[in-house]
């Protein structure tokens, strides 16, 4: 169960884009906690926006939900070396006892139609032609969702991870958190 928080703000940066840090963020979040593969520490975007293309948006805000104890072992790790010039940390607080819960959760999409069809040519033995005709371009997919770009630790690719607050929950749901904070199967606090 997530009883306390810390925020963790992007400040301007003239060189760095907001867009670019978060994703460093994220990024160094991810590795800290599959060093500690615990599963007890969420996270959620306060400031994020669902809207169109053009706005859609994570924020300047990172928000670390946990317990007490589970935020202190995390913060007490080097995982923020580098970034101390980009953020400011507020210090570890209750979290509001009556505030509703969440899900956030990751979304995955075949977004691109060239790539489906790549797939689709190795597994069926096709030819490019024959995969076109198969998949047209109005297969690709646009989410709407916002996002954090990352580069994946195994393969070296960049990958976009959408990520999805789901609505609003009476009650808490209680279970463990991935490698990225996100709880397809145990919520936040959302205030």
Same mark, same amino acid.
């Given at each position: 169960m997530t009883t306390h928080y810390i925020d963790i703000c992007l400040l301007p940066? @003239?060189? $760095?884009? =907001?867009?670019?840090?978060?994703?460093?963020?994220?990024?160094k979040l991810h590795r800290a906690l599959v060093q500690r593969a615990s599963g007890s520490i969420g996270?959620? $975007?306060p400031e994020h926006v669902d809207a169109p293309r053009q706005q859609r948006s994570l924020g300047k805000v990172l928000r670390l939900h946990g317990t007490a104890l589970a935020l202190q072992a995390l913060m007490a790790q080097p995982w923020l070396q580098g970034m101390s010039d980009h953020v400011r940390l507020s210090p570890a607080?209750?979290?509001p006892p009556d505030a509703p819960h969440r899900l956030v959760v990751r979304r995955q999409f075949k977004t691109?139609?060239?790539?489906? /069809?790549? /797939? /689709?040519?190795?597994?069926?033995?096709?030819?490019?032609?024959q995969a076109a005709a198969v998949i047209p371009d109005s297969a690709q997919r646009r989410p709407d969702l916002p996002?954090? =770009?990352?580069?994946?630790?195994?393969?070296?690719? *960049? $990958?976009?991870? $959408?990520?999805?607050?789901? @609505?609003?929950?009476?009650? *808490?749901?209680t279970g463990e958190f991935n490698a990225y904070g996100l709880g397809p199967l145990a919520s936040i606090p959302w205030f």
């Open positions: 940066d @003239p060189e $760095f884009s =907001q867009a670019h840090l978060m994703g460093a963020l994220v990024a996270v959620s $975007f607080a209750d979290a691109s139609a060239e790539r489906l /069809r790549r /797939r /689709r040519m190795q597994r069926k033995g096709e030819t490019a032609a996002y954090v =770009q990352l580069r994946s630790a195994s393969t070296g690719h *960049p $990958f976009c991870l $959408f990520l999805e607050h789901k @609505p609003l929950l009476a009650s *808490p749901v």
